[in-house]
């Protein structure tokens, strides 16, 4: 941050209060954007040859833009990373454009690497409910391994995030049909709970010693405070290692294993983006590709001629 002008670094500052405050961006999206502009306003300032203010970064052109995204991918930068780069810079130059009336066009129409994106790994029916089955033997204390195996039930049955399910409070138990989920960016949806998932945390919640409060976490760590994801993770890779899976056997495995399974049983894609919580479309469609993978994959192994 040394070498931007204090215009610039003032600018920075209003735009990440605004997204904090305003639009509810997470504390891991503040950061990473800030790290992310900060740098890019660094490299244009000693582009230039000399601080700039506010000005300067409205005369930035198509070659300044493109001088950075070499420097970054000469700098080790994948293609993913540089795109989610630019996207936090565009998403920051819309913001100070509006503000201090210039035409972005030269950062927006900056096009991002293309880059082939990474498929959900998903588990097969069968690894996921032997993982249902397995995690809970990975604890001797009898209300742990009901915990465990009630935070994995619910990431799986439900498609929860790990955040979400132990986002969960006491006043969210007994678990109803229905719970109301406060997911990314603040975005509530609906998403039904299966008889196993409320019968796993009901289980929990008979052995659990610590008392269940309203304002309290749902899931307690051994002394009482709230779970720690580390745990879940911790019990998930404990979990793959006695039953042989891959190491993309993870939590948030479960999570892309219920979208999958859905779609593979006939699932409206619609639907499963609202279980989902996905903003756009586009993000559940990553599942159809992988439902086509495994469509493929049998259709090799099975038909005659293949």
């Given amino acids: 941050m040394t070498l931007i002008s204090p215009a610039c670094r003032d600018a920075l500052q209003l735009w990440l209060e605004r997204l904090g405050g305003l639009e509810d961006a997470s504390a891991n999206t503040l950061t990473a954007y800030r790290s992310d502009v900060s740098a890019f306003l660094a490299f244009m300032t000693a582009h230039s040859g000399g601080p700039q203010g506010l000005g300067a970064l409205a005369r930035i052109t198509t070659a300044d833009m493109r001088a950075w995204m070499a420097s970054e991918r000469g700098s080790g930068t994948g293609a993913r990373s540089l795109a989610r780069k630019l996207s936090a810079v565009k998403t920051f130059y819309r913001w100070l454009a509006e503000r201090e009336g210039f035409e972005p066009a030269a950062v ?43 935070v994995v039930t619910l990431l799986y049955g439900c498609g929860l995030r790990i955040s979400e ?29 299966l008889p196993a998932a409320r019968d796993a945390v009901d289980r929990y919640l008979s052995l659990c010693p610590h008392p269940q409060e309203a304002g309290a976490p749902l899931f307690r760590g051994v002394r009482g405070g709230a779970l720690n994801p580390r745990q879940i993770q911790g019990v998930m890779a404990r979990t793959r290692a006695q039953l042989g899976l891959p190491a993309t056997a993870t939590p948030h495995a479960l999570r892309h294993s219920f979208a999958t399974h859905l779609l593979e049983a006939g699932g409206d894609l619609r639907a499963i983006q609202e279980l989902l919580g996905h903003a756009s479309l586009s993000t559940t469609q990553a599942y159809t590709a992988v439902d086509t993978t495994h469509l493929m994959e049998v259709y090799m192994r099975a038909h005659p001629k293949a």
């Fill in 108 to 150: 927006l129409s900056a096009r991002a690497p293309k880059f082939q994106r990474k498929l959900p790994r998903p588990l097969a029916p069968d690894a996921a409910k032997a993982v249902l089955e397995t995690v809970e033997l990975q604890s001797q204390t009898g209300w742990v391994a009901a915990r465990d195996a009630a």
């Fill in 165 to 193: 399910a132990l986002g969960l409070t006491g006043a969210d138990a007994p678990l109803p049909p229905v719970l109301r989920i406060l997911g990314k960016g603040r975005k509530e949806r609906v998403v039904p709970v």
